[in-house]
């Protein structure tokens, strides 16, 4: 369907998406878990509205345009192979081979004394392997550096398993929001997280930190596992309330770092974010905690924010327009102070021209 003729809160205009893709391209992007890229054979994923194809070629992970140069097969459907002692990447329809900098170096159907054009070549993807996922940079010079995560490697902390949610039907900076946002929390998550009987708003504290976003506040919550060693209690969730502090570092513009201190130590929620397209995001997020750290115990903190993540999704998938409506457009009305942390995240995103129309 020709998106013109949708209105404006259901499919953004091209110069939106075309924003939206251009200014996410100078940050790093968790595209898969390292350990789903096997030796010796390709994997394609979509990022930012492109194809683009992962593979490990001579020990190193590499990056690039899933689309041959030849006559555009996916380079992802083909295979990794060695010649003269170097791994490369062959396309599966005419077996023409890339090197790790999209370079082709081997075209089988070149006649005897030519050479391989200059112009065979795809563009070529900054990669790093950090925190058991693969990450992506399209940009020449990424912006940032990949937000820091800490207690990965903190003894104090037991950190869960490495989970991938399937794709949500929204966009990226729409999932952060949903984790910034804590004013939600009496409606979407009650008796969990909220109450209907208190919906005062807390007050935040929000400043910029480096490339981070930095959000402090303090909330009574119902006793959850999230807010207390339910081992050491005894108790189950609804239980009682707990006072909770909660720090969000938001790792501009694709991360978040949610702390959340309470008696029982700290909890933390890191998820970060990959956008296939405007409107299709996959999340890769991760517990860690101070107690209850036995490893045996964490099916039930994975089912616990399985549960808050469902509660969040409807919400969150229908929102519209599917991209972040800049501020001068009114579509949209944040309430200060309430809503501070959400209004300092989307004007940081204006900055970076990442929301620029609807
Ligand atoms: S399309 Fe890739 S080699 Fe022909
Ligand atoms: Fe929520």
Same mark, same amino acid.
């Given at each position: ?58 020990? +190193? ?50 006649? &005897? ?27 020449? +010079?990424?912006?940032? *550096? ?19 949610? *399937? ?72 239980? &009682? ?19 959340? *201190? ?39 903190? +994975? ?56």
């Amino acid at each position: 369907m020709n998106s013109e003729a949708l209105p404006f809160w259901n499919a953004p205009s091209r110069e939106t998406i075309a924003g939206y893709y251009t200014g996410m391209r100078a940050f790093w992007h968790p595209v898969m878990r390292a350990d789903d890229l096997p030796e010796g054979q390709p994997v394609g994923v979509e990022l930012l509205g492109e194809r683009i194809v992962l593979a490990r070629l001579n020990g +190193e992970i590499v990056a690039m345009e899933d689309l041959c140069r030849h006559f555009q097969a996916r380079l992802s459907l083909g295979d990794v192979v060695e010649r003269d002692g170097q791994q490369c990447l062959m396309c599966p329809y005419h077996g023409w081979e890339y090197d790790a900098n999209g370079q082709c170096t081997y075209i089988p159907q070149l006649a &005897g004394d030519r050479e391989i054009p200059q112009q065979a070549r795809v563009p070529a993807y900054h990669t790093q392997e950090r925190y058991g996922l693969v990450w992506v940079c399209m940009a020449d +010079e990424p912006h940032f *550096d990949i937000p820091e995560f800490p207690e990965m490697d903190d003894p104090d902390f037991h950190a869960g398993p490495l989970r991938v949610y *399937d794709p949500w039907e929204a966009s990226a900076p729409r999932i952060v929001m949903g984790t910034l946002d804590d004013t939600h929390f009496p409606w979407v998550h009650t008796g969990i997280l909220g109450d209907l009987d208190d919906t005062d708003p807390p007050d935040h504290r929000v400043w910029r930190e480096g490339r981070y976003l930095v959000t402090e506040y303090t909330v009574v919550q119902p006793h959850n596992l999230s807010t207390a060693d339910t081992t050491a209690s005894g108790e189950g969730n609804g239980a &009682g309330e707990e006072t909770i502090t909660y720090t969000a570092y938001v790792g501009i513009p694709n991360t978040i770092r949610l702390l959340k *201190d309470s008696d029982a130590g700290r909890y933390i929620i890191w998820l970060s974010t990959l956008p296939h397209r405007y409107n299709l995001t996959t999340t890769f997020w991760r517990i860690a905690r101070t107690y209850d750290r036995n490893p045996a115990n964490d099916q039930k903190y +994975e089912d616990f924010e399985d549960l808050v993540r469902e509660q969040d999704r409807p919400i969150v998938e229908g929102q519209r327009p599917w991209l972040l409506p800049p501020f001068w457009t009114k579509v949209e009305m944040p309430l200060r102070p309430a809503d501070l942390p959400l209004i300092e995240y989307q004007r940081w995103l204006e900055e970076l021209k990442i929301a620029t129309s609807v």
